[in-house]
């Protein structure tokens, strides 16, 4: 683990996922005229901190049992079958979001997760399904899928704007601030993503 942002080599992007220097989720992606660099999220304590502080500011992120509960965000992070990837602009210190690969079953399927810290999804497609493709590549996956609450509309529309599809709705799937709501079902298949 390392204790501050930086990546082992010095430079961001050129890493793996798995810190094993072959290549893999890390490293640029131009989208319209912005660059951006994808770096294995490197757990510290301080790390751990800042994304809790972040992430809890996200309410729609939450369902109503896990709400508030870092020690079950930290079980997340912890978990070897889950992948997480910061995005940074080219030449900013500071990550402007996340991605994530959870429940990975190597050469099966995965569930993926996005947040931009800013709110804003606008602009951010092309990075977008450029690590999906990535997520597909590296862990040879046949589909990836995002379970995203109704209640969070842009979030549903991004997931279209990057080439998933509406496979389904899981009505009253999740309990948000007292009311059940459905979570929509989006994903795509291996030849979809591009690999």
Partial sequence: MVDDDTDVEGERGERDVHGDGAGGAGGPVAASAVTYDL????LSRHKIDWLWGKVSSFPQAWDDYHAGN???FSTV???????????????????????????????????????FWDRSFKG?????????????????LQRIAAFVPETNRPACKFA????????GTLRRAALYQGQY???????????????
């Fill in 39 to 42: 770096v294995p999220l490197e």
């Fill in 70 to 72: 870092r020690e079950a």
């Fill in 77 to 115: 992070l912890a978990n070897r079958n889950n992948v997480f990837v910061e995005v940074y602009r080219r030449g900013e210190l500071e990550p402007v979001g996340m991605f994530s690969a959870t429940n990975i079953v190597p050469k099966h399927m995965a569930e993926v997760h996005v947040v």
């Fill in 124 to 140: 951010r497609e092309v990075v977008a399904h450029d690590l999906l493709r990535r997520f597909v590549a590296e862990f040879g």
């Fill in 160 to 167: 279209l704007r990057i080439g998933m599809r509406q496979e």
């Fill in 181 to 195: 709501v459905s979570m929509m079902a989006f994903g795509m298949v291996r030849e979809e993503v591009g690999v």
